[in-house]
């Protein structure tokens, strides 16, 4: 009953604390660990002592699952020197460099201990960097770096431990030390892509949404523990089976398992990524305890605790500076023709905070090492301290800084060129299909397609006094639910239908309601954003490339729509004739009615402060 109690407190205390910080609006990683150590020193609250085998096996393996299956594999491929260059070659870095300040700084420790905590300290954590990160909204390229780090960084600190304490018993050699590196990722990663290949071929062959997401709780735990039991990374083993079903959902899984895998995990790695901060806090009271007993003074321990937090920082700085402009890419970036900006840069050196890895890895050092208790306080000054120097300050320094955010309308623009590509896609099937359609279904489907697309083109509209249509089609719509479900609720309470029905006809109503709720939100996320839209890179269009932008006509009316005696939505010019008309949302779609007639290929946004163009003959944005 005692662990169950106290099982039960921790996901109470979690989930009060993360929605305090919420309200007032700080880092829910950083609240959670100052409850932590204050809790630590309530009297009758019991000590919680971080067994490694509790982190590495029990949190560790779903939290790396959790993130590598809604980490894009086109992404990290694109990042990937960056992410090697930081999961490996900055890890070892930060090893040696700590470890050599640690045998200096620490009388009686040996070689291999030093490298030991070198290694124990390296792998910075991601859960709060990216958390903090998302939540001031750093760019996303930075982001998945920072991701893809956090998924592979941990495989090399825990091959350089384990070497490192083998070292302490026996000497080891240096060719050794690589091969069983090369052995441990070789073997992690061929573990990891045999659970891909099994359970791709188990989802397909099935349905059941339930069975599907219990076989993907079972995925980060049985590649583990089979690379671990192989003498492999196992680490490595669940970050590869994560990216590649999480690659190849779309073809593997159902719809509805997608959409309650996601879900599930999504839960999962909130509640284990809040309740690890709490778990570091909760270490304090002994930790301190302990190192009260210690024969060192004081002023000797707060040295070493100190110089080895600033050393994680300055190594970190150094080695991101070094490896972004002399390895990563020290010429201009092919993508902006400029050489990539300091202040990204330093960003990501500055974001390197550790995390529970960090504290659990400590436990692994033997009992037997002098000074241990030093060390584990050596490791919770830097998870702590990183946390509270690095998370604090990050969201001053990227404004400080001028990081730009990821543009909500960028995001707008590339949503709808997306949805028309897809519905010309669509189009393209429907064509080829052989059907008889005495209802007039095709015609259905095309008039909710289009609807479709038109609410997604209505969200770049910039005006704040004016509801567009699908935002009056979403207000009349939820109040229409609202009423629908009181009266289901009604019928349930009555005994005259189904309980079954009833939870089908209200799960309905929810899927809807939860569409319209999101669509609501993305419109308030993009009238709040105030900058244009930057060019799309990745996609040649020659009818976009000779119309560049220019100064739009101030007319500011569709003349067609004042001689229909309608209204329009939002204008449109076209680059080729300067013709103004309304857009695809609007009653008459008159500009796409123009391009029809005119065959001019390319129109631009006649809206205030929109600069986009749309290429009506490739489907395309710039």
Request: with cysteine.
């Amino acid at each position: 009953m005692e662990i169950a109690f106290l099982l039960v407190a921790l996901a109470v205390g979690v989930l009060t604390v993360t929605a305090l910080a919420d309200r007032i609006d700080v880092p829910a990683p950083l609240l959670l660990i100052v409850a932590g150590v204050a809790a630590s020193y309530v009297p009758g609250v019991p000590e919680v002592h971080l067994e490694p085998e509790v982190v590495l096996l029990g949190l560790l393996p779903p939290l790396l699952y959790a993130t590598a299956i809604q980490t894009s594999l086109v992404d990290f491929n694109a990042n990937r020197r960056a992410i090697l260059l930081l999961s490996v070659g900055l890890v070892v870095f930060t090893t040696l460099g700590i470890g050599g300040l640690v045998h200096v700084t620490l009388t009686g420790v040996t070689w291999p201990v030093a490298f030991a905590i070198g290694a124990v300290v390296a792998p910075p954590d991601a859960v709060a960097a990216t958390a903090i990160a998302r939540r001031i909204g750093l760019p996303r390229r930075i982001v998945t770096i920072l991701e893809g780090e956090s998924l592979l960084n941990d495989a090399t600190a825990l091959v350089a431990l384990r070497t490192a304490i083998a070292a302490t018993g026996s000497g080891v050699v240096m060719w050794r030390v690589g091969a069983d590196f090369a052995l441990a990722a070789g073997g992690g990663a061929a573990i990891g892509f045999g659970s891909f290949v099994l359970v791709a071929w188990l989802r397909k062959r099935i349905t059941d949404p339930l069975l599907d997401t219990a076989i993907s709780f079972v995925v980060p735990f049985a590649s583990y523990i089979l690379a671990e039991e192989a003498h492999a990374s196992g680490v490595i083993a669940v970050v590869v089976a994560g990216l590649l079903l999480g690659h190849k959902a779309p073809i593997i899984q159902t719809a509805q398992s997608r959409i309650a895998e996601r879900m599930n995990w999504r839960t999962i790695a909130y509640v284990l990524e809040n309740t690890v901060f709490l778990l570091i806090g909760l270490q304090a009271q002994w930790l301190f305890r302990d190192v009260g007993d210690s024969s060192l003074s004081t002023g000797r321990i707060v040295g070493v605790c100190a110089a080895t937090l600033a050393g994680v920082v300055v190594l970190r700085m150094v080695w991101v500076f070094l490896a972004r402009y002399l390895l990563v890419r020290p010429g201009p970036d092919p993508d902006t023709g400029h050489r990539p900006p300091w202040q990204f840069t330093f960003i990501l050196g500055w974001a390197g905070m550790r995390g529970v890895v960090t504290l659990a890895a400590a436990f692994v050092i033997p009992d037997t090492t002098p000074h241990r208790e030093i060390l584990l306080l050596v490791a919770f000054t830097v998870v702590a301290g990183t946390l509270f120097v690095q998370g604090l300050t990050l969201p001053v320094i990227a404004r400080r800084l001028a990081v730009p955010s990821p543009d909500p309308m960028d995001d707008a623009l590339a949503r709808a060129t997306l949805l028309q590509q897809a519905s010309k896609a669509g189009y393209e099937e429907l064509e080829r299909m052989e059907y008889e359609d005495p209802h007039g279904i095709c015609d259905l489907i095309r008039q909710r397609i289009d609807q479709r697309n038109y609410a997604a083109w209505e969200r770049l509209g910039t005006t704040a006094d004016e509801e567009a249509p699908s935002d009056l089609y979403a207000r009349i719509r939820l109040a229409m639910i609202d009423a629908e479900r009181k009266r289901v609720l009604e019928i349930r309470s009555s005994g005259r239908v189904a309980s079954e029905v009833v939870s089908e006809v209200l799960t309905m109503l929810d899927v809807e309601e939860s569409m319209l709720d999101v669509a609501t939100q993305e419109r308030e996320e993009l009238r709040a954003s105030t900058a244009t839209t930057r060019a799309r890179r990745g996609e040649q269009c020659a009818d976009l490339e000779h119309h560049p932008a220019v100064e739009t006509s101030d007319v500011g009316v569709c003349q067609a729509c004042v001689e229909d005696g309608t209204r329009w939505v939002a204008l449109r010019q076209c680059l080729d004739c300067g013709n103004v008309a309304c857009c695809d949302s609007s009653p008459r779609q008159h500009a796409s009615a123009h391009f029809r007639e005119s065959t001019h290929a390319v129109m631009q946004s006649a809206e205030p402060g929109e600069d986009w163009r749309w290429c009506y003959v490739h489907h395309l944005t710039a």
